[in-house]
């Protein structure tokens, strides 16, 4: 797969992160080959030695170790434009937190299945025995969630995101605080809370969790607090009676609710392996209705792609060399700015004023400038003399000029001072012609020529009494109001009752809102708790983006 010359033409943003944005790309390899490829890449202000960087390259070496139907295929690690990006297989349909929602959730058959196939790749990363590894890889995925777990329009099953699985075979960059939990709390085993120890076990019970919410369609742990579910972490009795509880909310039949219980039980010795686990959901499978995975997924009406908004989105990226945009990136060209037609291009380098996100067409007029920008158009040529000429006139008090000109005003100042200035002297007035001989009417008078300089004197009106003042006041001037020259906001606006913020330099926006373009920190405070980072907003100027947040899944998502 490797090769210098790879292309990628990346056509959509397919999500977004903390450290970055994933996107769908055809990848073209020398001679030809082409393939549909995911880009998970890394923001550019990341830092090249930094964790995100290192952890990315860890789940690279950790992917391309493993060979598993239900594991998510690496193809390599690369640096495009600057930025460090995982080159991946591309599954083409939805993750199962999408699967588990109406009008078509999936049912008990199909879902019992893919739990069974997410065991199966468990079991792998566990057992895989890679080339020139002695011993077991021994890896643990230890972030399993619904929104991990891909389905394909055919009927796959993927696992996806190893960003912080962990194996003792295999050297690590990254390097985790002692002090710091990572996962997802939601579906974190007890142990998990309190030890630093990494058990497959704690990957059994993440699974029971998924399987929990897609027969009840609520979470195992509910709307509990991070704090609450520590506290269950550190009383056995308490947990149990917590499980317990919420085993009597499910319409289950008895061994699917024995089932559960094992794989959620408070002690790791008490879960089944990903083996049995596997094993266990195949069997239920079978005596439980439904459709089948493939044929639930041939039957799902699936949805279209994501219309996240991506900084790289329709550009062409090849190893090496700097990002090239698409033809079709044009379309972000703002036209609402005012525009001047000129006769040539200023010679000289003038200073970029436009807005950092703006891609200015190559057919596209420049902004209105100075006089002296203007002015100097056409340096070679009548420039330099017209701008002489209108400077002596200026001086001579002929030509009054202003700092800043419109298009007209330029183009009439310029040819009056080119123009020959006329003679202040008056013209003489010529005598009448003689009458002819013959008796013919006489010519009427030749009417004299308007002087070309000043009129001729007149004497000065009689002075006029100025008239009693008013004593109303003088009537305040109506000033209209400016015009906006920048470029238009964006709006954006929001759905579900989570309150969301916009951070950028200019403070914190409660959305919805008007925002100017540029790029934004989303951050929502899910069931009244602290606001928490939910990822990147980029603005683009007049473009509307729905933001809706979940405080179920506690997450939020952009279109």
């Known amino acids: 797969m490797q090769g210098s010359d790879r292309t990628f033409e990346i056509s959509a943003c397919l999500g977004r992160g903390g450290f970055g944005e994933v996107y769908r790309a055809r990848m073209t390899r020398d001679g030809g080959l082409v393939a549909d490829v995911a880009l998970k890449v890394l923001r550019r202000d990341i830092d090249a030695d930094g964790q995100a960087v290192q952890r990315l390259r860890d789940e690279g070496r950790l992917l391309s170790q493993l060979n598993h139907p239900s594991i998510l295929k690496v193809h390599d690690l690369v640096v495009l434009a600057g930025r460090v990006s995982l080159v991946t297989e591309y599954v083409d349909g939805d993750d199962l937190t999408a699967c588990l929602k109406e009008p078509a959730p999936i049912g008990p058959r199909a879902l019992f299945q ?272 017209a701008l002489v000429a209108v400077l002596a006139l200026s001086v001579l008090g002929v030509l009054t000029l202003p700092w800043a000109f419109g298009p007209a005003a330029v183009e009439s100042d310029v040819a009056t001072a080119a123009a020959p200035v006329p003679d202040p002297a008056p013209a003489p007035v010529p005598e009448p012609p003689p009458p002819e001989p013959e008796p013919e009417p006489e010519p009427e008078a030749a009417p004299a020529p308007v002087p070309t300089s000043r009129p001729s004197p007149r004497p000065a009106p009689a002075p006029v009494e100025a008239p009693p003042p008013d004593p109303r006041p003088a009537p305040t001037p109506v000033v209209p109001d400016p015009v906006p020259t920048g470029p238009a906001p964006g709006h954006i606006r929001m759905e579900g009752e989570v309150v969301a913020l916009a951070v950028g330099s200019g403070g914190s926006h409660v959305l919805p809102a008007d925002l100017a373009p540029g790029v934004y920190r989303l951050q929502a405070k899910y069931n009244g708790r602290d606001a928490v980072d939910a990822g990147e907003l980029v603005v683009r100027s007049g473009q509307t983006i729905t933001v809706s947040c979940s405080s179920r899944m506690t997450r939020c998502t952009q279109k």
């Not at 890679?130 to 777990?149: C, E, F, Q, T, Y």
């Not at 796959?156 to 002692?178: H, M, N, P, S, Y």
């Not at 190893?319 to 036209?335: I, K, Q, S």
Request: charged letters at 25%.
């Open 114 to 385: 893919v739990i069974a196939r997410v065991a199966s790749a468990l079991d792998a990363a566990w057992t895989a025995r890679p080339p020139g590894v002695d011993a077991p890889l021994r890896m643990v995925h230890r972030d399993i969630k619904p929104s991990n777990i891909r389905l394909s329009r055919h009927g796959d099953v993927k696992l996806l995101d190893f960003g912080i699985a962990r194996t003792d075979a295999v050297q690590r960059e990254a390097r985790t605080r002692t002090d710091m939990m990572v996962g997802s709390p939601a579906y974190m085993a007890p142990e998990r809370f309190l030890e630093r120890q990494i058990l497959l076990e704690s990957d059994v019970f993440s699974l029971g969790a998924v399987l929990y919410e897609g027969l009840g369609d609520d979470r195992f742990y509910g709307d509990l607090p991070v704090p609450m579910q520590v506290g269950l972490a550190v009383d056995d009795e308490r947990y149990a009676t917590f499980l317990e509880s919420r085993l009597a909310l499910l319409d289950v039949p008895d061994d699917v609710r024995t089932l559960l219980a094992s794989a959620l039980a408070y002690d790791a010795a008490d879960r089944p392996t990903p083996v049995a686990l596997a094993r266990e959901c195949d069997a239920l499978a079978d005596a439980l209705g439904g459709p089948s995975l493939a044929r639930y997924c041939r039957a799902r009406a699936w949805s279209t792609m994501a219309s996240v908004a991506g900084e790289l989105d329709g550009h062409t990226l090849r190893e090496g060399e700097e990002e090239r945009p698409a033809p079709r990136a044009l379309a972000l060209v703002d036209r609402s700015a005012p525009t001047l037609e000129t006769p040539a291009p200023v010679p000289f380098p003038q200073p970029d004023r436009e807005p950092r996100d703006r891609v200015r067409g190559p057919a596209e007029p420049r902004r209105r400038g100075s006089f002296w920008g203007w002015a100097l158009v056409g340096v070679g040529g009548t420039g330099v003399v």
